[in-house]
């Protein structure tokens, strides 16, 4: 098993660090003014433990159909390898939103993808292991859910 499976675990098992990190979250995402040391110091965690955990928790939802998945991933600067990650995406049946490349260095592209995630379209881990499995990506993680 690698350091990126995805797991669907009972609240009551999730570390209460990391169920800190989804309240401060969720007050970041409602509470505009509100500062990340604001938002720690109110669910009672340290910045560090924020910035180390912010982007591997989110609350699930079953409802994700319907929902905005945003990844980011890096991958080998050649001729057809983002059409090879598009084609993933459409044949998983997900709603490509939007692409942001920017401008390749050292032979790497940075690509931001959102995807619309659809009634027919297959399970998120599925499709993320599709992905991750092209050669030619180096990096791939989901930077959230809307």
Known sequence: MDD???FIVKKRAVPEVLLKVVEAKRLLDSE??????EATEQVDISRSSFYKYKDDIFPFHDNTRGRT???????DDKPGLL????GILANAKANVL???QAIPTGGIASITLSVEIQP???D???MMR???AVEGIHYLKILGFE
């Open 4 to 6: 990126d499976s995805f």
């Open 32 to 37: 505009r003014a509100m500062t990340v040391q």
């Open 69 to 75: 998945l945003t990844f980011m991933l890096q991958l």
């Open 83 to 86: 059409s090879n990650v598009l």
């Open 98 to 100: 939007t692409i942001h």
């Open 120 to 122: 027919e379209t297959e």
């Open 124 to 126: 998120t881990e599925t």
């Open 130 to 132: 599709h992905l991750e």
